[in-house]
């Protein structure tokens, strides 16, 4: 595999999100479908909250994974629709749920779901997802398949609650934010690349290498994120750049200043991120900070890291243009930053 050329200057380079959704272009519309019909209710606001979260976006890297991974592999059947659409569901829920603890008011660029309907609603309407995910899950037919979905379903939470009670924290180790980001956000791209395995009837080399694959995607993404917030435009991340800051969470960028900051910058953070008292500036003086410390540009090194690995766990798999697209996607997770 190519390494991940990464310069301080934007690259043209093709989205192999639309290249994955070309060559899936006769199962991503029946997952569509599937969604639309498992977000549909009598309970008016069930169907209208979920339109509008399908009418924000998204590019459905998640659930395309599953279908590469599966057409890779040469599936032939069916399966594998349930399981795509399992995984995007799993995935609007906890942004859903995500956006309530956050408090946040905006989700792909627009007003997030729980700004317009209200907190208990947007809780209700992520659990009502949640359960037809598991009831997709078992249309797939099969047990181990729904085993790994559940069990990501199970980490996603316990990463979720682990950040929280991270907030503000500024002790916070970098071992242990890379193990809740490896919980929170890698666990989802893993189970979507290791389900499809199981379902063709693999073997176990083959299930492992996807699920590396998936999990190395994923802590690629989520670093990559950590650092746009911190420079990134919000057209880029569908939030505003900075919200990480403004929440008081506690990011790989950050903690790697913390190792390296003087008693003022320390007291800086403990101000702004443990005390949440903020003024106007903190957050470009946040960002000189990080910069000065080389915080963000390390960041994106590690996301490089992860995605070359992404890569590497592809090299069991004979090369065909959904190798190529896979392999190009980890690329494109990092290159989406300039």
Do not use: C
């Not at 509008?52 to 459905?60: E, I, N, S, T």
């Not at 970098?174 to 979507?192: G, H, N």
């Not at 800051?245 to 190792?259: C, N, S, Y």
């Not at 949440?276 to 960041?299: F, P, V």
């Amino acid at each position: 595999m190519n390494g991940l050329p990464l310069t301080d200057t934007p690259q043209a380079i093709a989205d192999p999100v639309s290249t994955l959704m070309a060559l899936a272009g006769d199962d991503m519309p029946r997952v569509e479908a599937l969604l639309s019909e498992r977000m549909a209710s009598p309970v008016e606001l069930i169907p209208e909250l979920a339109a509008w979260l399908v009418k924000a976006g998204g590019k459905r890297i998640r659930p395309l994974i599953t279908i590469a991974s599966a057409r890779m592999l040469g599936y032939e059947g069916e399966g594998h629709l349930a399981l795509a659409g399992a995984v995007e569901l799993i995935h609007t829920a906890t942004l859903l749920h995500d956006d309530v603890v956050d408090e946040s008011e905006l989700r792909r660029g627009k007003a997030s779901a729980n700004h317009i309907w209200g907190n208990p609603q947007s809780v209700l309407v992520g659990d009502f997802l949640f359960a037809q995910a598991f009831m997709l899950m078992v249309d797939s037919g099969s047990l181990d398949a729904l085993h790994v979905l559940s069990r990501a379903a199970a980490i996603i939470a316990e990463g979720e609650v682990r950040q929280l009670a991270m907030v503000g924290d500024v002790a916070v180790s970098r071992q242990s934010y890379m193990e809740v980001i490896d919980a929170k956000t890698a666990a989802l791209f893993a189970a979507a690349a290791q389900v499809s395995p199981i379902l063709a009837g693999r073997p176990k080399a083959e299930e492992d290498a996807l699920h590396t694959y998936g999990r190395e995607l994923g802590l690629a993404f989520q670093l990559v994120d950590d650092a746009l917030d911190y420079g990134g435009l919000a057209a880029l991340l569908g939030k505003n750049t900075g919200d990480d800051f403004r929440e008081g969470k506690i990011t790989l960028p950050v903690t790697l200043a913390l190792e390296a900051a003087s008693a003022d910058e320390q007291a800086f953070w403990a101000r702004t991120l443990g005390a949440k008292n903020q003024t106007d500036g903190d957050l470009d003086e946040a960002i000189a900070i990080l910069k000065r410390h080389g915080a963000l540009d390390e960041t994106l090194a590690q996301a490089r890291a992860r995605a070359a690995n992404a890569q590497s766990a592809l090299g069991v798999f004979p090369r065909n243009e959904w190798t190529d697209a896979l392999s190009a996607l980890a690329e494109f997770v990092v290159d989406r930053a300039y």
